[in-house]
């Protein structure tokens, strides 16, 4: 296991900028569970003076105690804040202290568990902001959840802290980069294979051995009895929902290839139209848990619309573990990893290869062509689909094939695609295009030598490729500054 913080360069930048400003800040952080909210704000704040305090769900005035003692252990015990018993003057105290601490960050996480039991915490907060936002206090309050509606909904129009954000900062998942960086060792299939296990949640990725193989991480952490991971879709959803056998069973549905509202109305009866389902299928969007997707040449027709698992490790935990939960249950994981899952894995990772590609597509194109993508997508017709399409910001257009096989991708892939993007409606009026192939096991001499000719211009993509990127030109030493 590891606790190296890893990634979120982008997110501590701005987390940081923002608390960096010299003026009050109100953040406000969101995003689902296990996905490392609280590690990384505590990193964003490891510089500065800080109270961070988690919120449980115990009764309000439990947890203001709590909150007071998590203060006190900045600023000191004493009569004042001891003999305090309401959340508003609680704030104004610690607000005063800025004045000594410059800097102070106060980060209330879970947040929607202290409003739960205290529903006018919200408005509390609204009339102490007001006051401190026009001031030249360089205090800052961080409010973070897990619960998405919640937190979004906070800043809604018709709700106290609307408009009062400085900042709001949506937490997702790690890129398939950054979760390939905690297993350094592996072979880059292998960390592709990682990815599509346990996905780009740190708290799944923080769980594993590098130093063991993946076989045995998936035994050891989801398929033995008593794992960390055997239960986490059923925790995961009933921290969230009510009626957590429907949704369990839309999401095997979704699993099992059924990725079209049609198709989840025909595995799951209780549903008897796509109406009575679509709040099902938002609430499911809403979570993270997943996503909706159109062919880039669609309109804006229901039928055109289709759902995936946004999320490797679900994908791969009803594809893999619920079918075979009696057998694990038995106690017979090593047998399960054996003869259900290895000899199936490869065929599995055909579509989240797909989706790694295409986030490959969106992240890092800039590493081989003029510019980075504006929008990468699929098409998908009668007669064929494109794993990847887009456009570049310079406007020309890419499309791309995606191939985890175990034989090297050959003319005859290229020779497609072409014909494929010839006949969609996708980018018919560009003439600049870029082909994109991406294969598990390399590509066959005919097809590098056409990629070289420069007379289509051709990119091919194999897992060291996706993992480390073009080599790294020499970096020159910069001169001393005398400024």
Request: positive net charge.
């Amino acid at each position: 296991m590891t606790g190296t913080f890893i990634g979120r360069e982008t997110e501590l930048e701005a987390l940081r900028r923002e608390l960096g400003r010299g003026r009050p800040s109100l953040l406000v952080v969101l995003g689902r569970r296990r996905v490392g909210k609280s590690r990384l704000l505590i990193e964003a704040v490891s510089r500065r003076p800080s109270i961070y305090y988690q919120a449980t769900k115990v009764a309000a005035s439990m947890s203001l105690a709590l909150f007071k003692a998590e203060a006190a252990k900045v600023l000191g015990s004493g009569a004042v804040l001891d003999g305090i018993s309401d959340w508003y003057t609680t704030l104004v105290h610690i607000e005063q202290a800025a004045a000594r601490l410059p800097g102070l960050t106060v980060t209330i996480d879970e947040f929607p568990y202290l409003c739960e039991v205290d529903p006018s915490l919200p408005s509390v907060i609204q009339k102490f902001w007001d006051q401190v936002r026009p001031t030249r206090s360089t205090f800052n309050l961080v409010l973070c959840g897990s619960r998405i509606s919640f937190m979004e909904d906070l800043l809604a129009e018709r709700n106290p802290l609307h408009g009062r954000q400085s900042l709001k900062l949506d937490v997702g998942s790690l890129p398939y980069r950054d979760a390939a960086r905690f297993f350094p060792k592996w072979s880059s299939e292998d960390r592709l294979r990682a990815y599509a296990v346990f996905g780009g949640i740190p708290f799944y990725l923080n769980l594993c051995d590098p130093t063991a193989s993946l076989g045995a991480n998936i035994v050891d952490l989801v398929l033995a009895s008593g794992a960390p991971l055997a239960d986490e879709p059923d925790t995961l959803l009933q921290a969230e929902l009510r009626d957590v056998t429907r949704y369990a069973t839309i999401l095997r549905a979704i699993a099992d290839g059924c990725t079209r509202s049609g198709d989840i109305i025909g595995r799951v009866r209780e549903f008897p139209s796509a109406s009575a389902l679509s709040s099902y299928l938002d609430k499911l969007q809403e979570l993270r848990l997943i996503r909706v997707v159109r062919s880039l040449d669609a309109t804006e027709r229901e039928r055109d619309r289709r759902y995936y698992l946004d999320d490797p490790f679900l994908a791969f935990w009803f594809q893999f573990c619920l079918p075979n939960i009696s057998a694990l249950a038995a106690g017979h994981a090593d047998q399960v990893w054996r003869h259900a899952i290895a000899p199936k894995l490869d065929e599995y990772m055909g579509e989240l290869f797909e989706w790694i590609c295409r986030d490959h597509a969106r992240l890092h194109l800039q590493e081989v062509l003029p510019a980075p993508a504006q929008l990468v997508g699929q098409i998908w017709s009668r007669d064929f689909d494109i794993d990847i399409a887009g456009r570049l910001l310079d406007g020309s257009m890419l499309y791309g094939e995606c191939k985890w096989w175990s034989t090297p991708v050959g003319e005859n892939v290229l020779d497609h695609l072409v014909a494929c993007s010839q006949a969609t409606s996708w980018g018919k009026d560009e003439a600049r295009r870029h082909y994109l192939l991406y294969s598990r096991t390399g590509f066959t001499a005919g097809l590098k030598r056409r990629a070289a000719s420069g007379t289509v211009s051709v990119h091919l993509f194999s897992p060291d490729n996706l993992l480390r990127g073009p080599p790294r030109k020499p970096i020159r030493k910069a001169r001393p500054s005398r400024g």
